[in-house]
């Protein structure tokens, strides 16, 4: 079964570094979204992507943060100077073009876990 | 102001039981509405989804309720397994994958 894949899933950074995190989407997905979720805290939206350009984003998606999708197949968030309050899970998600677009399904990774020190 | 509150934070329950989670939302415009299995260390995975005119749906043992009048939803849980431990996530679309509102979840933890 397709699947989104998120890479590293576990990152710990210095406070100040810059950080990539990974993911590769369903191959015939064409809509892409960071989510993140802070421990103990409820999933919040950073970042929707499509056609190669950010469609929308969230406050929380600040000048420290960037999506691109290099090569076609990864989508990559890059946080440029982590901050403390950066340490959260990432989620990943994707879905198809679909003519019902509300309704139709976005598929998760697992999450990367940041851990900003 | 959106919002989705579940009920109850967390449960335990015994291998075999039934249990019912709860969502109240105060979403506006109101498109959908999801619930995810959220696996510890794992993303969310989708169970259902329900529009504004499906009052029922079912996947398996799951069986999510929707009124819409009241902005209440509630998951249910037949026959438990170990493997249901986990957090249950109640989601509303209020018009586009970018504004998903979450709630915080209910953690169920299945004992044998």
């Known amino acids: 079964e397709p699947e989104v894949t998120q890479t590293p899933s576990h990152q710990v950074t210095q406070m100040g570094q810059e950080v990539i995190l990974r993911c590769v989407p369903i191959s015939n997905h064409l809509y892409f979204y960071w989510y993140r979720q802070i421990l103990g805290q409820k999933v919040e939206f950073l970042v929707s992507?499509?056609?190669?350009?950010?469609?929308?984003k969230s406050e929380i998606f600040d000048d420290q943060f960037s999506v691109e999708r290099p090569d076609g197949s990864n989508f990559t968030l890059k946080i440029r100077s982590t901050k403390l309050e950066d340490s959260a899970m990432y989620f990943c998600a994707s879905r198809s073009v679909q003519t019902d677009t509300l309704n139709t399904e976005a598929f998760f990774g697992q999450g990367t876990r940041l851990t900003v020190v | 102001k959106n919002q989705v509150e579940q009920s109850p934070q967390s449960l335990i329950i015994l291998e075999g039981k039934n249990c019912t989670l709860q969502c109240n939302y105060t979403v506006s415009p109101f498109s959908n509405l999801r619930w995810y299995k959220q696996d510890t260390g794992r993303g969310p995975v989708s169970l259902t989804i329900m529009t504004f005119s499906e009052n029922t749906k079912s996947n398996g043992r799951y069986t999510a309720t929707l009124d819409a009048d009241t902005k209440q939803s509630s998951l249910h849980i037949t026959a438990s397994q170990l493997s249901d431990s986990a957090s249950y996530i109640c989601v509303v679309n209020s018009g586009g994958y970018n504004k998903l509102i979450f709630g915080a979840g209910t953690r169920l933890a299945v004992h044998p």
């Open positions: 992507f499509y056609n190669n350009e950010i469609s929308e």
